[in-house]
T-cell receptor, first 109, second 114 residues
Framework: QKEVEQNSGPLSVPEGAIASLNCTYSDRGSQSFFWYRQYSGKSPELIMFIYSNGDKEDGRFTAQLNKASQYVSLLIRDSQPSDSATYLCAVGSNYQLIWGAGTKLIIKP | DAGVTQSPTHLIKTRGQQVTLRCSPISGHKSVSWYQQVLGQGPQFIFQYYEKEERGRGNFPDRFSARQFPNYSSELNVNALLLGDSALYLC?????????????FGSGTRLTVV
């Protein structure tokens, strides 16, 4: 069974610091990887997607992919209180996304 | 531009009843997927439709069914509701069938079965 694992947290980070979120996946054949942000009571919102090994940057967000280690991470620079949310890692598999349970991130002012 | 719209936003049903949830994708998107999210967990895949054809089905019982209409909107039907069906039901659309650029989600339908 294909699985995506995340530390449930909560991960507490001071405002202005770098938040690092991690995700591992079991299907070595996976090709597409996504990070979603979900505020309490709301639906998931796409932050970034990545396909190739290495880093991909978008503003304060950097996604990192290491297919050999089956590992995906998300870095949030200059963390803001508005970044407090649950971050969901998702892996593309055929026509569906396989999701982790999410990491709750708390940014302390 | 309107995003993915879902209706209703909240719903309370009794065990054994049937429910229909509706979704309109982003204009121009031909792919619609349905997910179930139980509190504290990641979403679970239920169905994907592309160009009105079922392209994928998750590990859900036959009580769950769906369809996609010529205008690419979609309905999810759940029969013989169980307490365990209480969840947030999410509809997502994508411009292509593989979702390679990610899916955009609607605000969801919160279903409570009592």
């Amino acid at each position: 069974q294909k699985e995506v694992e995340q530390n449930s947290g909560p991960l507490s980070v001071p405002e202005g610091a770098i938040a690092s979120l991690n995700c591992t996946y079991s299907d070595r054949g996976s090709q597409s990887f996504f990070w979603y942000r979900q505020y309490s009571g709301k639906s998931p919102e796409l932050i970034m997607f990545i396909y190739s090994n290495g880093d991909k940057e978008d503003g304060r967000f950097t996604a990192q992919l290491n297919k050999a280690s089956q590992y995906v991470s998300l870095l949030i620079r200059d963390s803001q209180p508005s970044d407090s949310a649950t971050y969901l890692c998702a892996v593309g598999s055929n026509y569906q996304l396989i999701w982790g349970a999410g990491t709750k991130l708390i940014i302390k002012p | 531009d309107a995003g993915v719209t879902q209706s209703p936003t909240h719903l309370i049903k009794t065990r054994g009843q049937q429910v229909t949830l509706r979704c309109s994708p982003i204009s121009g998107h031909k792919s619609v997927s349905w997910y179930q999210q139980v509190l504290g967990q990641g979403p679970q895949f239920i169905f994907q439709y592309y160009e009105k054809e079922e392209r994928g089905r998750g590990n859900f019982p036959d009580r769950f069914s769906a369809r996609q209409f010529p205008n690419y909107s979609s309905e999810l039907n759940v029969n013989a509701l169980l307490l365990g069906d209480s969840a947030l039901y999410l509809c997502a659309s994508s411009s292509e069938k593989g979702g390679n650029y990610g899916y955009t989600f609607g605000s969801g339908t919160r279903l409570t079965v009592v």
